[in-house]
């Protein structure tokens, strides 16, 4: 057996150990691998200590005799020339630096780190700052975890730059770090650039993961992902400096592409920010966008200093989002923005606070896709139009020439507005946002100087429902919600649109004679004065509604009597000819016209249904119901 003696071994290594009683002690891995493969017998637990080339590969490794396969992976396993297993002793995580990485910010330790984070460890950076050039992909399947690292970009100008990028692993984790993007403002492109990039991975955990010091790049950007979560990170201080100046998205902090079933925990994303004719300001950002997803939830994130806060928009859909108590303050344009093909999003106790223009908006497209069942619940837009991002003025009108309202000459230049439903910039008639429900929302300028001109505003016309394209009829409702402060009005309506509910209201020409005493009569309607369900005929069976919906009804009018001061009035209403239920009887006043009002809740119908109200009075003869002054009103329920 081949020995390497010394009198004293180095400081803070342990004595001897091992079955053959002395601690044998040899320079580097190479020489483990020649030394004692030289054909010397070892025996089992025999212990080495390795000085290594850096002090960061030092340690101690034994002799198993018992593993004969495992592979080396140049830090804890080593194999000798003679097929022998010596194997780092340690606790925890495995060390960075045992695969040679020099963590001094300098050296380019991009191909060391990826050997140990393809090593099948948990890989442990020590808070250390490791340079990585350009593009350093991690695709193997062994990859378990990193944490405790800083990772700078050394080369932020090549072709294509991602500083830490998992291809194609599942069930991995990476917390506690910092990517630092290299800051140059001037390269790099959203298609090809981010400080963290995972592509075709399930099931991994982002905690606690920062990446800051970039230009025109993404943050974060993870597709084609399923089952993964992100929590605690932080997506900040962006700048760019392009040449024209961009007229699109060059900064996202977050951009999730056909990515399923996930959720994103307390994460940030602020100062986005750009040169836009040499003035600093926020302008063409997003804090967090997504494109083609479904099933997202998202808890507590926070934005601000960007120009668009969520957007939970692109052009190939977002489906099943869930955005709960979300903060974008100062965002440019849009704190929150629901737009084109997005489906079934709900925004739950979100609050927008001086957005630019808008503290939540839904908005059509260019390619007969738009966006429906949208629901804002309990959400709050506050001093909307006094956007203090970088940039941007008290006053709320973004940098030096640049149009407040991007739409202006469109929609009328309607300003800065709380909540706001809107056609496309160029859509074709039909493509405009359906289904929207607003719910319990508040929109209020407490400033000083106001500056939210509506709190609220719909240019998305009503449509009739058709039963064979389900998108239609999907109206836009308001209900129960607040606006104060606003300097123009409550609601602004352009072009004759207004928020909707799906139903009828009709009302009758002249007076309709009730007959036969104390014998129910059904009315007719000859007059619509709203139906956008299309559930009323003036030509035939004019005194049904029809359902073409299924869903939960209100149900709820006037019926006017004659004056007559014998007997009772009251209203009944019938399902498919089938008598529901009675209104409160009334009894008449001397001399004046009685009049009856209606109000059925929570009355379920399927698609067919028809409802039918009729009149029953005690006078003892004939007696009229002005018709003029009746009104009979089947509308959807909010919400179903």
């Not at 974060?220 to 992100?230: A, G, P, W, Y």
């Not at 200093?305 to 965002?331: E, K, L, P, Y």
């Not at 001093?383 to 006053?395: E, Y």
């Not at 998108?471 to 402060?485: A, D, E, K, R």
Request: aromatic letters at 10%; hydrophobic letters at 35%.
């Amino acid at each position: 057996m081949v020995r390497t003696v010394q009198a004293r071994l180095p400081a803070g290594v342990p004595g001897p150990q091992g079955d053959a009683g002395g601690l044998v002690i040899t320079s580097t891995y190479t020489t483990l691998r020649s030394l004692y493969g030289s054909g010397a017998t070892m025996v089992n637990g025999q212990s080495v200590y390795v000085l290594g080339s850096t002090a960061g590969q030092r340690g101690i490794f034994f002799y198993d005799s018992s593993d004969s396969t495992t592979a080396e992976d140049g830090g804890v396993v080593i194999v000798d020339l003679v097929g022998r297993r010596w194997k780092r002793e340690y606790q925890g995580a495995a060390l960075a630096r045992w695969w040679g990485c020099k963590g001094d910010g300098v050296t380019d330790d991009k191909a060391a780190m990826i050997a140990a984070l393809e090593s099948g460890y948990v890989i442990d950076c020590e808070g250390l700052t490791y340079g990585i050039s350009g593009y350093m992909e991690i695709n193997a399947a062994a990859f378990r975890g990193v944490q405790n690292f800083i990772f700078k970009q050394l080369n932020p100008s090549g072709s294509t730059i991602r500083t830490l990028f998992v291809n194609g692993v599942d069930g991995f984790f990476v917390r506690h770090g910092k990517v630092d993007c290299g800051g140059n403002q001037s390269a790099g492109t959203l298609a090809d650039y981010a400080g963290v990039w995972i592509t075709g991975c399930d099931g991994f955990r982002l905690e606690n993961v920062e990446v800051t010091n970039g230009g025109p790049i993404n943050g974060f950007k993870i597709v084609d992902c399923t089952d993964f979560q992100l929590d605690s990170c932080r997506a900040h201080h962006f700048t760019y400096s392009k040449s024209p100046d961009p007229t699109d998205d060059v900064i996202q902090g977050y951009h999730f592409v056909r990515c399923k079933r996930f959720t994103v925990d307390k994460c940030y994303a602020h100062d986005l920010i750009g040169y836009i004719s040499g003035s600093l300001i926020a302008r063409y950002s997003r804090g967090f966008a997504f494109g083609d997803c479904e099933s997202g939830t998202f808890n507590g994130l926070k934005i601000w200093n960007v120009d668009q806060g969520m957007d939970a928009s692109g052009t190939d859909g977002n489906r099943q989002f869930i955005f709960n108590g979300c903060h974008g303050d100062d965002c440019y344009s849009a704190a929150f923005k629901a737009a084109h093909a997005s489906v079934d999003v709900i925004f739950n106790a979100c609050i927008a606070t001086r957005a630019g223009l808008w503290g939540f908006v839904v908005s059509g497209n260019n390619n007969f896709i738009t966006g429906r069942d949208i629901k804002f619940i309990g959400c709050i837009a506050k001093d909307t139009g006094g956007c203090l991002a970088t940039g941007a003025t008290t006053t709320g009108t973004y940098g030096t020439g640049t149009a407040l309202n991007p739409w202006a000459g469109s929609s009328g230049g309607e300003g800065p507005m709380g909540f706001s439903l809107r056609v496309g910039a160029t859509s074709p008639s039909d493509t405009y946002p359906r289904g929207v429900q607003l719910i319990g929302c508040t929109a209020i300028d407490e400033q000083a100087v106001p500056t939210m001109n509506y709190g609220y505003s719909n240019t998305a016309p009503a449509q009739a429902w058709n039963s064979a394209d389900p998108t239609t009829g999907l109206l836009n409702t308001l209900l129960n919600c607040t606006s104060s402060g606003h300097i123009t009005g409550f609601q602004n309506n352009l072009a004759g649109a207004t928020f909707h509910k799906y139903g009828c209201m009709l009302k009758g020409s002249g007076n309709i004679s009730h007959t036969t005493s104390g014998t129910a009569q059904i009315l007719t309607w000859d007059t619509e004065i709203e139906d956008t369900g299309a559930m009323h005929s003036t030509s035939a069976n004019t005194s049904r509604v029809t359902v073409k919906r299924p869903g939960t009804y209100i149900i709820s009018g006037v019926l006017a009597f004659a004056s007559n001061a014998t007997g009772v009035r009251h209203a009944l209403l019938y399902k498919n000819g089938v008598l529901q239920a009675n209104a409160p009887i009334v009894q008449p006043v001397t001399g004046t016209a009685t009049r009856i009002a209606f109000n059925y809740m929570n009355t379920a119908a399927a698609a067919g249904d028809y409802f039918e109200i009729a009149a029953n009075q005690t006078s003892g003869g004939a007696l009229n119901v002005d018709m003029t002054a009746s009104y009979f009103n089947v509308s959807l329920q909010p919400g179903t």
